[in-house]
């Protein structure tokens, strides 16, 4: 399962992150972005993360999931930022062209291909 693995990754990179820098409470909620080119169920990924954290010290947070737009970078003209969308009837959603909206070459994807953590919303210990 597609969701499963993400989520493991997303655990793993964690794990090794709060062993470098422990953080003294309880973690709450676990920020993430994802692309919008990730094609994923943020419900099967959110699934995930709740059986792979069991019984660990991630136990019960919750990953609060956000989007981030495509951008492209055009080695042609050197554009680099959004893409434009294609609006045509019928669609129920607007799908990103990967195209530089400058000169119309063959662009990069710059973002919105990954999933990352981007913060932690902690519950300090109370003395
Ligand atoms: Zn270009």
Known sequence: MHEYSLAHALLDGLTEHLRAHPVSGRVKAVHVRKGELLVLSEEALREAWRILTEGTSLA????????????????????????????????????????????????????????????????????
Not at 73 to 86: D, K, L, N
Not at 93 to 115: I, M, Q, T
């Open 60 to 127: 019960g947070s919750e990953l609060r999931i956000e989007p981030v737009p495509v951008a492209v970078r055009c080695p042609a003209c050197g554009y680099e930022g959004p893409v434009r969308y294609t609006d045509e009837e019928g669609w129920h959603f607007a799908v990103p062209v990967l195209a530089c909206p400058r000169c119309g070459g063959r662009a990069d994807v710059a973002a919105g291909r990954d999933l990352a953590i981007v913060a932690l919303s902690v519950d300090e210990d109370l003395p």
